[in-house]
């Protein structure tokens, strides 16, 4: 987002854009800036969230998962489970 901005200041400086269109796209990259800015902290949130469960629930649901008929534990579902308890 930073290059977007310095290139839209260069073309401003150059001569390019109108003022207007400078601070029209410049408010856009602001908007879309702190858009994503929300998103990255919504999902390091969902992370740190994650981490913190319990390995009990996370056993809990592995279980969950083979009695509902996925059968018995095999090399892929271990795999899944690694991963979703944090482990690789």
Same mark, same amino acid.
């Given at each position: 987002?930073?290059?977007?901005?310095?290139?839209?200041?260069?073309?401003?400086?150059?001569?390019?854009?109108?003022?207007?269109?400078?601070? $029209?796209?410049?408010? @856009?990259?602001?908007?879309?800036?702190?858009?994503?800015?929300? =998103?990255? &902290?919504? !999902?390091?949130? +969902?992370?740190?969230?994650?981490?913190?469960?319990?390995?009990?629930?996370?056993? $809990?649901?592995?279980? @969950?998962?083979?009695?509902?008929?996925?059968?018995?534990?095999? =090399?892929? &579902?271990? !795999?899944?489970? +690694?991963?979703?308890?944090?482990?690789?």
């Amino acid at each position: 987002m930073v290059q977007k901005k310095d290139r839209l200041v260069e073309f401003y400086t150059e001569g390019f854009i109108s003022k207007e269109q400078f601070l $029209k796209k410049m408010k @856009d990259y602001d908007q879309r800036e702190s858009f994503l800015d929300e =998103k990255i &902290k919504e !999902a390091e949130l +969902k992370i740190n969230q994650r981490e913190k469960t319990p390995l009990i629930i996370k056993v $809990k649901f592995f279980c @969950d998962l083979m009695k509902k008929g996925l059968g018995g534990p095999t =090399k892929n &579902k271990t !795999a899944v489970f +690694k991963v979703y308890c944090g482990k690789r």
